[in-house]
């Protein structure tokens, strides 16, 4: 069901302005389901600090509620923790007013906030620079991809990460438990290693309501609705969609949408690859190709220079009737223009009962190596706090992790359509170690069609990805990669 009136709420949610997210619990236990944690090789070392490394413990400090009962904080000594992200202005909001908040009870610390973009591995090279360097204490987490029996993949960098050790366990700390489902991310062998504080949808496109109006478009639910919508559009003169090209995911997580709308089952298709009951040039994927084909084609010309930071305002100008992207767009398209009037509505689908797809985000974790290990985790538990945590969401604006009140109208509103949220296809691909270009990342990558200036047909690309999976493949299961 799209969101169909003003900032995407339906109207039929129009009446609510708070209600609890109870709903948001029972929306998360596909992805909860899926993101259960799976044994798997490397043993993580456990850190559960007894006493404050930052000095001795002062009886009438402030306590951190550990593992073994209350651990007393020192106060004596002026601290400043470090803590790093990604640029996404809700985010960055909820952090800064967080962070002023959590100084204002604890006046001994302070909390310095970097935030870098999330392209071109930019967060991931701060990420393991600070970690290099132990200059960071609080950091937001990546996908934590669980590994499987079927695909005898190499570590992910998340994974290594806790294996080497970065990731203090979390596991047993009381405050955990005030999660629903935010703890469920990033579960490791069984142990707790960060906390994520909302789950989005990927696969759904914003739409201009006023273009919509204007020109008698419906919202469309079917691949072949969509493709005469796009085509009416550019007889009207009017460009279908935009996109972020010039960061890179933004554009290549297109995949996601595609493969979401091709696919009855993600993880079939993840592990068909794997087993040989699928390949990248079969029918269903050979569909997926033409219609990333189809999309590149209907994209606003010289997409791949557009920055990710300028999609939404280009939106909001229209510049395109439509922008496929994640529900943590509806913010920052309302920060360009609090009156813009959008809607929101799953990607077409050729299956029944279409419906979004998702992961959690935005997860913190904190460095066990850390020189103020417990204040860090501290900050973990200020952030835990119910009260506090309701504040956090209602600013980043996503599917609440934690039983709170949400009272966004555009989540409101997508709380009956995420009730049973699946997995989106980045979550649950697994490309063997070494993979060649052609099948990284997501697989189907339509940088590499000649709609988007690259050399290849729909056809050529299949094959080459089919070589570069079978290439890698092989190399793995014969030993001879890492």
């Known amino acids: 069901m799209p969101n169909t009136n003003n900032k995407g709420v339906n109207p039929k949610m129009s009446n609510i302005t708070r209600r609890k997210a109870r709903i948001a619990a029972g929306a998360l236990v596909a992805l909860a389901t899926i993101f259960s944690s799976v044994a798997c090789s490397g043993t993580p070392p456990t850190t559960t600090p007894t006493e404050s490394p930052t000095g ?15 651990i007393t904080l020192d106060t004596s000594t002026q601290i400043t923790l470090q803590l790093i992200t990604w640029s996404n202005q809700p985010s960055i909001d909820a952090l800064n007013a967080l962070d002023d908040q959590f100084s204002q009870q604890f006046p001994n610390v302070k909390i310095e906030l970097t935030q870098v973009a999330n392209s071109n591995n930019a967060y ?4 393991d620079t600070r970690f290099a360097a132990n ?71 914003f739409y201009n309501k006023q273009m919509f109006t204007d020109h008698g478009w419906t919202v469309p639910t079917t691949w072949a609705q969509f493709m005469q919508l796009c085509n009416d559009m550019k007889t009207a003169g009017i460009t279908p969609m935009t996109v972020g090209g010039a960061d890179g995911w933004p554009y290549t ?57 300028d999609d939404p305002g280009r939106f909001v100008a229209g510049k395109a009737a439509m922008m496929p992207d994640g ?16 809607g929101y509505f799953p990607f077409p689908s050729d299956k029944p009962g279409n419906a979004y797809q998702g992961k959690f985000d935005l997860s913190f974790g904190v460095n066990a190596h850390s020189a103020n290990l417990n204040w860090a985790l501290k900050w973990m538990e200020f952030l835990s706090q119910k009260e506090n945590y ?36 980045e979550t649950v691909y697994r490309p063997p ?23 290849n047909t729909p056809a050529q690309l299949a094959q080459l990805a089919q070589q570069d999976f079978d290439t890698a493949k092989q190399a793995v299961l014969s030993g001879s990669t890492a």
């Open 56 to 70: 001795s413990p002062s009886a009438s400090g402030p306590v951190l509620d550990g593992p073994n009962g209350p």
């Open 124 to 127: 991931t090279n701060l990420r």
């Open 135 to 205: 200059n960071v204490d609080i950091f937001t987490a990546q996908n934590f991809i669980p590994p499987v029996s079927w695909a005898p993949t190499s570590l992910t960098s998340e994974q290594q990460a806790v294996v080497n050790g970065n990731y203090a366990d979390l596991t047993d700390y009381p405050w955990v438990a005030n999660w629903s489902t935010g703890q469920t991310a990033y579960t490791y062998e069984n142990k707790v290693y960060a906390i994520s504080t909302g789950a989005t949808t990927v696969t759904g496109v």
């Open 253 to 309: 997580s297109l995949a996601n949408d595609v493969v979401a709308s091709v696919e009855p089952d993600n993880n079939a298709l993840a592990q068909g690859l794997w087993t040989g009951d699928r390949q990248f040039t079969d029918a269903n994927s050979l569909e997926i190709y033409n219609r990333l084909d189809f999309i590149n084609q209907n994209l606003e010309p010289g997409f791949l220079t557009i920055p990710y930071s």
């Open 327 to 342: 529900s943590w767009q509806a913010p920052v398209i309302e920060q360009v223009d609090s009156t813009f009037q959008f």
């Open 390 to 425: 309701q504040t956090f969401v209602n600013t980043t604006d996503m599917v609440p992790t934690m039983d709170v009140t949400v009272t966004d109208p555009f989540i409101n509103a997508l709380l009956p359509d995420v009730q049973n949220l699946t997995s989106v296809w």
């Open 433 to 455: 170690a070494g993979v060649g270009q052609y099948a990284a990342k997501r697989g189907f990558i339509p940088t590499f069609l000649q709609s988007a200036g690259g050399p």
